[in-house]
């Protein structure tokens, strides 16, 4: 019997403690966990750094309401600001939040209702942004949606020439993430940002997934070269405590004055020291260039194992966000992997999500890479 709503299809593992890659449960069996919490603990679990920069602030105060000026909140903004191409912020606790920050202010600021999103793409579970996510089967049951939204295929640029001037903003995810790990391509990326310019609309980057280091860049969105107007952070941002930012351009901040949006728990103290020890050690060349290194040697590894496997259709990604799209649904595989205490997630019926902590170890790589070649090899035995 459970207390609580079912909204989640949860697996048979009770967590009793978490430690940098490694989860151990109620048994004591330990799990190397590529998922992070959905790529949210991209410092790994119980990081010490973010540990004492809590408890510091727990000592101080932890809550008081944005009455008052919290100079914490001013070092997080700046931060995100210096890393990225807004200029203000505003925080939330909540992905769904900071998409919900960024449609009101795309509204507000043009004047305009349409915003423009795309098949597949996930943007969250509020009413706003549930309208705004592009699958049917997060909707479903949940109608009349909001009717301002309109969906187009992603990564097809031609699309995009039937757009008009009557639309406030186009937002997107540079990598799906949900929807199935679907990296953008640039010219597709480059038309968006034309397309915004050609019809007046502000152009909004959903980072939630990709922000925060875990493509490689700060934002996933610097890969390719663009200027969004709006760039949403979530997940990442506290490595594991609830926050949420909606980071925008100077000439949006006249539209949110005070009174025109908030939020009772945003830009909370506890959440603002996870968030500036988070940033202190992701934001930092060095890191980043690490990211890329592990996941070049996680993907070269992963194409050599799995590359040809019957049921693998293609190894793809950015970063640490890495997807195995395999022939069929993952799901069997996915609960294989587990049972070999190989934490991985679905995105999408086919694709096998791997979000590792960005601090993963090379040991960890290889450990995971043997379990996946186990579990493959395993699957190969069983097709013939
Ligand atoms: N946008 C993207 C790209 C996401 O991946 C998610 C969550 O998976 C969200 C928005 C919603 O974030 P939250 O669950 O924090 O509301």
Known sequence: MSYLF???????????????????????????DFVSGIAVCNLGHANEEIIQAVHDQLAKYWHTSNMFHQPIQEDVAKVLVENSDGDAVFFCNSGAEANEAAIKLARKH??????????????GRTF?????????????????????FTYLPYNDAAA??????????????????????????????????????????????DEIQTGIGR?????????????????????????????????GKASLIEAFQAGSHGSTFG??????????????KIFNDDFLKEVNEKSDYLVNKLNRIIGNHPLVKEIRGKGLLIGIECKKQ???????LREHHLLVIAAGPNVIRLIPPLTVSYEEIDKAIEII????????AIAH
């Open 160 to 205: 995009l020439e039937e757009l008009e001037d009557d639309v406030a903003a186009i937002m997107l995810e540079v990598v799906q993430g949900e929807g199935g790990v679907i990296p953008a391509q640039q010219e597709f990326i480059e038309k968006v940002a034309e397309t915004c310019k050609r019809i007046g609309a502000l152009l909004i980057i």
């Open 267 to 280: 830009g909370n103290p506890i959440a603002m020291a996870a968030a500036k020890a988070t940033l202190a």
């Open 110 to 123: 043009t004047g305009k209702s349409k915003i423009v999103t795309f098949l597949q793409s996930f943007h």
């Open 215 to 247: 493509t490689g860049k700060a934002f996933g969105y610097q890969h390719y070269g663009i200027s969004p107007d709006i760039i949403t952070s979530a997940k990442g941002l506290g490595n594991g405590l609830p926050v949420g930012a909606m980071i």
């Open 128 to 148: 706003a942004t549930m309208s705004a996510t592009g699958q049917e089967k997060i909707q479903q049951g949940f109608g009349p949606l909001l009717q301002t």
């Open 330 to 336: 993952a799901g069997a595989m996915i609960d294989q």
């Open 373 to 380: 070649d186990k579990a493959f090899s395993q699957q190969t």
């Open 6 to 32: 079912p909204t989640y299809a949860r697996w048979n593992v009770t967590v009793k403690e978490a430690k940098g890659t490694w989860i151990t449960d109620e048994n004591g069996t330990k799990y190397l």
